[in-house]
């Protein structure tokens, strides 16, 4: 059962390393244009397929996080962000302020407490609660 | 730098909100025993993902909740040896008297300099809201209490330099 489940991992481990620098490349562009919402929507929309490689998470997290550096109105970027994103964007909030990185700290405090606002308490415990589908 | 602390201030309070969701839970391995599953961590089902909020290099706060119990680890804002030294002793001396505050730990977790241990019982006694508030106080006191100490070592230092050099002029 777990070999099965190594096998599976590995396939699906390169295909999403391949879909993330196609993500990245797409951020790129759209952080030229000056559209860091859709960017920051494009980095957490494909993160919906969860994985145990931890290369996979930390690639994810660089994509999101350069997402997450180029907000600069935050009240903007929640009221265009659809719900289903907000549990997602607190998983990866948390791993912000786990870095210990200054700008990346603050920006993430900034964020937490806009979308705490609005989601409310339900999306952080949902975060706690959840153990399988880590970041 | 004052928003920083605010901001940092809310989402421990948000958190800390969302967390304390603690049940009176006997334990499961010893029968008639009534532990703090935070502390013990024997089963995973029953702990929830622990929680690092890093206000920047040198503040942290980690919040790690069970079912029964939820434990508050503070790094406090050390700028110099000085305060390094204010901060071991005054934190010291209030773990000391942890019996009198009710939720503090005796001992702080390893890599912080003061931790909290709140249980469902604590929750049934104190209202919840009210302990958030206690909490989050404490933080900001903190770090007015240590700047406090080291302004007062600092002049007490100059006043006895000055009175003892006198005597050489």
Known sequence: ?135 | MASTLRLYLTCIRNTLEAAMCLQNFPCQEVERHNKPEVELKTSPELLLNPVLICRNEAEKCLIETSINSLRISLKVKQADELENILTKKFLRFLSMRAEAFQVLRRKPVQGYDISFLITNYHCEEMQKHKLIDFIVQFMEDIDKEISELKMSANTRGRLVATEFLKQFI
């Open chain 1, 1 to 135: 059962m777990a070999g099965a489940e190594g096998f599976v991992e590995a396939d699906n481990a390169e295909a999403i390393m391949i879909r993330i620098e196609h993500k990245t490349r797409k951020i790129e562009s759209l952080l030229k244009q000056y559209k860091p919402v859709e960017a920051l929507r494009t980095a957490l929309e494909g993160t919906h397929a969860m994985t145990r490689d931890e290369r996979c998470k930390s690639a994810h997290w660089i994509v999101v996080h350069r997402a997450l550096m180029a907000i600069k109105d935050v009240d903007g970027m929640l009221s265009s962000l659809d719900s289903e994103y907000y549990d997602i964007l607190m998983k990866y909030l948390y791993k912000g302020l786990s870095t210990g990185d200054r700008p990346t700290c603050e920006q993430c405090l900034r964020i937490h407490e806009k979308l705490t606002e609005r989601a409310g308490f339900g999306c952080i415990l949902r975060y706690l609660a959840d153990t399988l589908n880590t970041v």
